[in-house]
């Protein structure tokens, strides 16, 4: 079948190698996609959130499966586009419905779910401009750290964790003000958890789910996890500290409550489900959903996959994965992102990268590249992700972080400690 890839990131080109080894993928199209993708498949010049150009495009080249990998798209209705229209409504697309995306799409909305399903999270209250004064007064009394969340999409600036009550209340007033635009019409007020976090990962078909191998990312931008928070600067799976127990535990706990949840609320979901997870002492608590997976963490888990991930895909829109057993390799992936200069701050694109040849013991999926005049050039913040599948875990880092070291651009920045604190 003719598959469409929706992105352009990190992700989407590890989708994209996974699903071109696929029998069932006759042409694969991503859309934008970037230099790394198009070894894999035929980039289109699409915006993700051009619905109309998007079914266009699907008609014209007999698409059979839309695979939708950023969470925009999702949350402004890709998927009701799809199966409202007479036109579409027989190609499935991996990816939930703007009723589940909602999950993702509004942190109250999550926040109030967990509660109503009994889901473990960070105790948290939520306001906007019309009862400020009590979010003011709440702050007052709330112990420090706290944490300040955007409820909407805020490309992953909207979360401030802050340690002194005036300066929280002045980010109050600034995020209800507008800081973050709509996205903080509403804001979350919620506890901080101390604990080390993790990523787990579900393909549900709305009853059924699989659970796909867990990772940790690496959020901040300097070594030993300092300064400022960035899109994720590496990853690992799997991750040491979550043992078969622990593992149980939050399958038991969250996941299944979640999937539940789901059906009990009448929302239909068909796609992937993130949950950005903390251990607190033996415990796992929820910090957030996703409706998608996530970057760079999609990098070292997809490479662990060994069943066929259309044949994954189809059983999910199929509503087929209750008897589905899904493969996975017990060897270990790490993933080193190499960013732009200047990161997550202003940076520069257009630079020239040389050294792909270069690469020994791993693979480089890109992120922010685009292909002009026959050269490989930067074009976002987080430009490349090398991961490394190896058997221990010391090898895949000792080789992912040594094969970024044989890439080079000006400006290049990588961190050369992603996951030795889990050694």
Known sequence: MNILLLG???RECAFAWKISQSAQCDTLFIAPGNAGTSAYGKNVNLNP????????????????????????????GVHDFFSNDEALAHIPVIGPKKEGAILEGSKDF??????????????????????????LAYLQNHALPVVLKADGLAAGKGVLIIDNTAE?????????GGKFGSAGATVVIEEFLTGIE????????????????????????????TGLNTGGMGSVSPVPFANEAFLADIKNSIIQPTI???????????????????KVGDKPYVIEYNCRMG???????IPRIESDLVELFMASANKQLGSYQLAISAKNAATVMIVAGGYPGPYEKGKVIAGLENLRDSHAFHAGTLLEGGQVKTNGGRVLAITSV??????????ATADAARIYFDGKYFREDIGFDLM
């Open 168 to 176: 929280a209340q002045e980010e109050l007033k600034l995020m209800l």
């Open 260 to 278: 539940d949840g789901l059906l009990k609320d009448q929302i239909d979901y068909t796609g992937f489900i993130f949950f950005g997870l903390i």
């Open 49 to 76: 959130n051009d619905f109309e150009a998007i079914k266009a495009f699907a008609l014209k080249e007999n698409i059979g499966l839309l695979v939708v990998g950023p969470e925009e798209p999702l949350v402004n």
């Open 390 to 399: 190896q058997d221990s875990q010391f090898n895949a880092l000792q080789c």
């Open 295 to 301: 970057d760079p963490e999609t990098e070292s888990v």
């Open 198 to 225: 993790l990523s787990v990962f579900v393909l549900t078909d709305g009853k059924n789910y699989v659970i796909l191998p867990e990772a940790k990312d690496y959020k901040r931008i300097g070594q030993g996890d």
């Open 8 to 10: 352009s990131g990190g």
């Open 110 to 135: 999550s926040k109030q779910f967990m509660e109503r399903h009994g889901i473990p999270t960070a105790k948290s209250r939520s306001f906007t401009n019309e009862n400020l004064d009590e979010g």
